[in-house]
T-cell receptor
Framework: GENVEQHPSTLSVQEGDSAVIKCTYS??????FPWYKQELGKRPQLIID?????GEKKDQRIAVTLNKTAKHFSLHITETQPEDSAVYFC?????????FGTGTSLTVIP | NAGVTQTPKFQVLKTGQSMTLQCAQD?????MSWYRQDPGMGLRLIHY???????DQGEVPNGYNVSRSTTEDFPLRLLSAAPSQTSVYFC?????????????FGQGTRLTVV
Protein backbone atom coordinates (compact mmCIF):
# COMPACT_ATOMS: atom_id res chain seq x y z
CA GLY A 1 0.00 0.00 0.00
CA GLU A 2 0.82 3.67 0.06
CA ASN A 3 3.42 4.97 2.52
CA VAL A 4 2.91 8.55 3.71
CA GLU A 5 5.53 10.22 5.86
CA GLN A 6 4.90 13.55 7.57
CA HIS A 7 7.42 15.90 9.19
CA PRO A 8 7.89 17.42 11.65
CA SER A 9 5.79 15.71 14.31
CA THR A 10 5.77 18.87 16.45
CA LEU A 11 6.27 22.49 15.46
CA SER A 12 6.31 25.64 17.57
CA VAL A 13 6.30 29.09 15.97
CA GLN A 14 5.90 32.64 17.18
CA GLU A 15 2.68 34.36 16.26
CA GLY A 16 3.09 36.03 12.87
CA ASP A 17 5.78 33.63 11.66
CA SER A 18 5.30 31.03 8.94
CA ALA A 19 4.88 27.29 9.41
CA VAL A 20 5.73 24.58 6.89
CA ILE A 21 4.75 20.92 7.11
CA LYS A 22 5.99 18.36 4.59
CA CYS A 23 4.70 15.00 3.44
CA THR A 24 6.14 12.40 1.12
CA TYR A 25 4.33 9.50 -0.52
CA SER A 26 5.33 6.43 -2.47
CA UNK A 27 2.64 5.60 -5.04
CA UNK A 28 2.96 7.60 -8.26
CA UNK A 29 -0.70 6.80 -9.07
CA UNK A 30 -1.90 8.95 -6.15
CA UNK A 31 -3.98 11.81 -7.48
CA UNK A 32 -5.44 13.86 -4.63
CA PHE A 33 -3.68 15.41 -1.65
CA PRO A 34 -5.82 17.00 1.09
CA TRP A 35 -4.76 18.57 4.36
CA TYR A 36 -6.90 18.27 7.49
CA LYS A 37 -6.85 20.28 10.69
CA GLN A 38 -7.90 18.67 13.95
CA GLU A 39 -8.43 20.76 17.05
CA LEU A 40 -8.23 19.06 20.42
CA GLY A 41 -11.16 16.71 20.94
CA LYS A 42 -12.70 17.58 17.59
CA ARG A 43 -13.09 15.87 14.25
CA PRO A 44 -10.61 16.41 11.38
CA GLN A 45 -11.73 19.08 8.92
CA LEU A 46 -10.45 19.82 5.44
CA ILE A 47 -8.52 23.06 5.14
CA ILE A 48 -7.05 22.81 1.64
CA ASP A 49 -6.52 20.22 -1.06
CA UNK A 50 -4.67 19.86 -4.35
CA UNK A 51 -5.02 17.55 -7.31
CA UNK A 52 -2.23 15.87 -9.21
CA UNK A 53 -2.51 18.16 -12.24
CA UNK A 54 -1.85 21.31 -10.18
CA GLY A 55 1.45 22.44 -8.66
CA GLU A 56 0.26 25.00 -6.15
CA LYS A 57 -2.95 26.22 -4.56
CA LYS A 58 -3.52 29.10 -2.18
CA ASP A 59 -6.40 30.08 0.09
CA GLN A 60 -5.72 33.26 2.05
CA ARG A 61 -2.95 32.42 4.57
CA ILE A 62 -2.79 28.75 3.61
CA ALA A 63 -1.06 27.26 0.57
CA VAL A 64 -0.17 23.79 -0.61
CA THR A 65 2.56 22.88 -3.09
CA LEU A 66 2.93 19.56 -4.89
CA ASN A 67 6.00 18.09 -6.54
CA LYS A 68 4.83 14.94 -8.33
CA THR A 69 8.27 14.06 -9.61
CA ALA A 70 9.75 14.02 -6.13
CA LYS A 71 6.50 12.69 -4.61
CA HIS A 72 6.18 15.30 -1.91
CA PHE A 73 3.76 18.04 -0.98
CA SER A 74 3.82 20.75 1.65
CA LEU A 75 1.46 22.90 3.68
CA HIS A 76 2.43 26.53 4.19
CA ILE A 77 0.73 28.73 6.76
CA THR A 78 1.74 32.40 6.78
CA GLU A 79 1.13 35.03 9.46
CA THR A 80 0.27 32.35 11.99
CA GLN A 81 -2.29 33.09 14.69
CA PRO A 82 -2.99 31.32 18.03
CA GLU A 83 -6.13 29.78 16.52
CA ASP A 84 -3.92 27.93 14.03
CA SER A 85 -2.72 25.76 16.93
CA ALA A 86 -3.93 22.22 16.16
CA VAL A 87 -2.82 18.91 14.72
CA TYR A 88 -2.48 18.89 10.95
CA PHE A 89 -2.70 15.73 8.86
CA CYS A 90 -1.74 15.27 5.25
CA UNK A 91 -3.49 12.58 3.25
CA UNK A 92 -3.04 10.85 -0.07
CA UNK A 93 -5.83 9.38 -2.18
CA UNK A 94 -4.84 6.25 -4.05
CA UNK A 95 -7.64 4.34 -5.73
CA UNK A 96 -10.42 3.87 -3.19
CA UNK A 97 -8.35 4.56 -0.12
CA UNK A 98 -7.06 7.54 1.81
CA UNK A 99 -3.73 7.21 3.55
CA PHE A 100 -2.96 9.68 6.30
CA GLY A 101 0.29 10.99 7.65
CA THR A 102 1.02 10.67 11.36
CA GLY A 103 0.21 14.32 12.08
CA THR A 104 2.01 17.52 13.06
CA SER A 105 1.14 19.25 16.32
CA LEU A 106 1.47 22.97 15.63
CA THR A 107 1.68 25.41 18.52
CA VAL A 108 1.54 29.14 17.82
CA ILE A 109 3.05 31.10 20.68
CA PRO A 110 1.40 34.52 21.25
CA ASN B 1 -27.51 19.75 7.80
CA ALA B 2 -26.55 16.89 10.11
CA GLY B 3 -23.61 15.70 7.95
CA VAL B 4 -22.02 12.58 9.44
CA THR B 5 -23.47 11.41 12.76
CA GLN B 6 -21.65 8.90 14.93
CA THR B 7 -22.86 7.22 18.09
CA PRO B 8 -21.95 6.71 20.85
CA LYS B 9 -19.44 9.41 21.73
CA PHE B 10 -17.84 7.41 24.54
CA GLN B 11 -17.88 3.70 25.35
CA VAL B 12 -16.18 1.42 27.82
CA LEU B 13 -16.16 -2.30 27.08
CA LYS B 14 -14.85 -5.32 28.88
CA THR B 15 -12.50 -7.65 27.03
CA GLY B 16 -14.52 -10.11 24.97
CA GLN B 17 -17.65 -7.99 24.72
CA SER B 18 -19.07 -7.03 21.34
CA MET B 19 -20.61 -3.76 20.23
CA THR B 20 -21.63 -1.77 17.19
CA LEU B 21 -20.56 1.78 16.42
CA GLN B 22 -23.20 3.56 14.39
CA CYS B 23 -22.54 5.95 11.51
CA ALA B 24 -25.08 7.74 9.36
CA GLN B 25 -24.76 10.45 6.72
CA ASP B 26 -27.42 12.53 5.02
CA UNK B 27 -25.37 13.87 2.10
CA UNK B 28 -26.10 10.99 -0.30
CA UNK B 29 -22.41 10.09 -0.38
CA UNK B 30 -21.46 6.84 -2.06
CA UNK B 31 -18.19 6.38 -0.18
CA MET B 32 -18.06 5.71 3.56
CA SER B 33 -15.18 4.60 5.71
CA TRP B 34 -14.03 3.87 9.25
CA TYR B 35 -10.71 4.95 10.75
CA ARG B 36 -9.04 4.47 14.07
CA GLN B 37 -6.82 7.18 15.52
CA ASP B 38 -4.03 6.26 17.88
CA PRO B 39 -1.39 8.60 19.32
CA GLY B 40 1.51 9.10 16.92
CA MET B 41 -0.06 6.92 14.23
CA GLY B 42 -2.45 9.23 12.45
CA LEU B 43 -5.67 7.87 11.03
CA ARG B 44 -5.66 4.28 9.80
CA LEU B 45 -8.34 2.88 7.54
CA ILE B 46 -10.27 -0.10 8.93
CA HIS B 47 -12.95 -0.77 6.32
CA TYR B 48 -14.59 1.19 3.55
CA UNK B 49 -17.57 1.00 1.21
CA UNK B 50 -18.03 2.44 -2.27
CA UNK B 51 -21.80 1.95 -2.23
CA UNK B 52 -24.66 -0.02 -0.74
CA UNK B 53 -23.87 -3.73 -0.66
CA UNK B 54 -20.14 -3.22 -1.30
CA UNK B 55 -17.48 -3.25 1.41
CA ASP B 56 -13.75 -3.80 1.45
CA GLN B 57 -10.88 -4.02 3.91
CA GLY B 58 -8.52 -1.22 4.68
CA GLU B 59 -5.17 -1.21 6.41
CA VAL B 60 -6.22 -2.62 9.81
CA PRO B 61 -9.40 -4.73 9.40
CA ASN B 62 -8.78 -7.55 11.88
CA GLY B 63 -11.33 -7.76 14.68
CA TYR B 64 -13.89 -5.56 12.90
CA ASN B 65 -16.84 -6.21 10.62
CA VAL B 66 -18.91 -3.83 8.52
CA SER B 67 -21.99 -3.94 6.34
CA ARG B 68 -23.66 -1.39 4.06
CA SER B 69 -27.32 -2.17 3.53
CA THR B 70 -28.29 1.44 2.73
CA THR B 71 -26.48 4.47 1.30
CA GLU B 72 -26.96 6.34 4.59
CA ASP B 73 -25.67 3.85 7.20
CA PHE B 74 -22.33 2.15 7.74
CA PRO B 75 -22.06 0.43 11.14
CA LEU B 76 -18.80 -0.94 12.52
CA ARG B 77 -18.94 -4.08 14.64
CA LEU B 78 -16.35 -5.16 17.17
CA LEU B 79 -16.76 -8.90 17.45
CA SER B 80 -14.79 -9.61 20.64
CA ALA B 81 -13.22 -6.47 22.07
CA ALA B 82 -9.54 -6.51 23.01
CA PRO B 83 -7.46 -3.86 24.87
CA SER B 84 -5.57 -3.25 21.59
CA GLN B 85 -8.82 -1.85 20.17
CA THR B 86 -8.79 1.02 22.65
CA SER B 87 -8.76 4.00 20.32
CA VAL B 88 -10.73 6.90 18.91
CA TYR B 89 -12.85 5.82 15.96
CA PHE B 90 -13.97 8.12 13.17
CA CYS B 91 -16.48 7.48 10.45
CA UNK B 92 -16.13 9.52 7.26
CA UNK B 93 -18.02 9.93 4.02
CA UNK B 94 -17.30 11.51 0.68
CA UNK B 95 -18.99 11.78 -2.68
CA UNK B 96 -16.46 9.44 -4.24
CA UNK B 97 -12.76 8.91 -3.58
CA UNK B 98 -11.86 8.16 -7.17
CA UNK B 99 -11.55 11.75 -8.31
CA UNK B 100 -10.57 13.05 -4.92
CA UNK B 101 -13.30 14.73 -2.94
CA UNK B 102 -13.47 16.06 0.60
CA UNK B 103 -14.02 13.53 3.37
CA UNK B 104 -16.49 14.61 6.05
CA PHE B 105 -15.86 13.12 9.46
CA GLY B 106 -18.19 12.23 12.29
CA GLN B 107 -17.48 13.56 15.78
CA GLY B 108 -15.64 10.41 16.82
CA THR B 109 -16.14 7.62 19.36
CA ARG B 110 -13.66 7.22 22.20
CA LEU B 111 -13.57 3.51 23.00
CA THR B 112 -11.82 2.02 26.00
CA VAL B 113 -11.49 -1.75 26.38
CA VAL B 114 -10.60 -2.91 29.87
Amino acid sequence: GENVEQHPSTLSVQEGDSAVIKCTYSDSASNYFPWYKQELGKRPQLIIDIRSNVGEKKDQRIAVTLNKTAKHFSLHITETQPEDSAVYFCAVNTGNQFYFGTGTSLTVIP
Amino acid sequence: NAGVTQTPKFQVLKTGQSMTLQCAQDMNHEYMSWYRQDPGMGLRLIHYSVGAGITDQGEVPNGYNVSRSTTEDFPLRLLSAAPSQTSVYFCASSFTPEWGTEAFFGQGTRLTVV
